[in-house]
T-cell receptor
Framework: AQKITQTQPGMFVQEKEAVTLDCTYDTSDQSYGLFWYKQPSSGEMIFLIYQGSYDEQNATEGRYSLNFQKARKSANLVISASQLGDSAMYFCAMRARGENFNKFYFGSGTKLNVKP | ETGVTQTPRHLVMGMTNKKSLKCEQHLGHNAMYWYKQSAKKPLELMFVYNFKEQTENNSVPSRFSPECPNSSHLFLHLHTLQPEDSALYLC???????????FGQGTRLTVV
């Protein structure tokens, strides 16, 4: 069974500082993808960054980077130079090959508050 | 703008009403999803369609009835809902395992 765990229900960070949002996953599949989404209060889910299980380098997209530690099954999101607009819910998700090929598994989310 | 459009954005319905939620994508994706997001709960996968065929029904009550007439359109038909069905309903579409799912902006449903 696939599982995503986000252990931080809420996080605070000072504007312009970096913050790490934790995500661990569990899967028996060898080929899988890990995703992070941002959900502002408006409700839309915004894709941020993707990491493939066979990617040797950590993914980066602008101020977002994914700290991928395959042996530990963790895929933490790092946001550098936080901005007030980063305040939102953040969801980690996984998609794997195998019989649940088309199924995304989401974590419970982390609510990030950026303080001025 | 992700390319996935959901209508309506907001819906208030009585428990005896029948309504439908619509999702549309013209991204060429083969898979479409319905998710339910209740307050303080994780996203719950409801249904998955792959090439118009339903591949997943996550023990969803029969008062929710999905329909996928083609790869670009997905509906969620609602009838005799309960107040606890009030939630944000998100539609998404996607391709293979190495690609992200694109989400619509959601329909915020209130059952009174």
């Amino acid at each position: 069974a696939q599982k995503i765990t986000q252990t931080q229900p809420g996080m605070f960070v000072q504007e312009k500082e970096a913050v790490t949002l934790d995500c661990t996953y569990d899967t028996s599949d060898q080929s899988y993808g890990l995703f992070w989404y941002k959900q502002p209060s408006s409700g839309e889910m915004i894709f941020l960054i993707y990491q493939g299980s066979y990617d040797e380098q950590n993914a980066t997209e602008g101020r977002y980077s994914l700290n991928f530690q395959k042996a530990r099954k963790s895929a933490n999101l790092v946001i550098s130079a936080s901005q007030l607009g980063d305040s939102a819910m953040y969801f980690c998700a996984m998609r794997a090959r195998g019989e649940n090929f088309n199924k995304f598994y989401f974590g419970s989310g982390t609510k990030l508050n950026v303080k001025p | 703008e992700t390319g996935v459009t959901q209508t309506p954005r907001h819906l208030v319905m009585g428990m005896t009403n029948k309504k439908s939620l619509k999702c549309e994508q013209h991204l060429g994706h083969n898979a479409m999803y319905w998710y339910k997001q209740s307050a303080k709960k994780p996203l719950e996968l409801m249904f998955v369609y792959n090439f118009k065929e339903q591949t997943e029904n996550n023990s969803v009550p029969s008062r929710f009835s999905p329909e996928c007439p083609n790869s670009s359109h997905l509906f969620l038909h609602l009838h005799t809902l309960q107040p606890e069905d009030s939630a944000l309903y998100l539609c998404a579409s996607g391709l293979g395992v190495n690609t992200e799912a694109f989400f619509g902006q959601g329909t915020r449903l209130t059952v009174v």
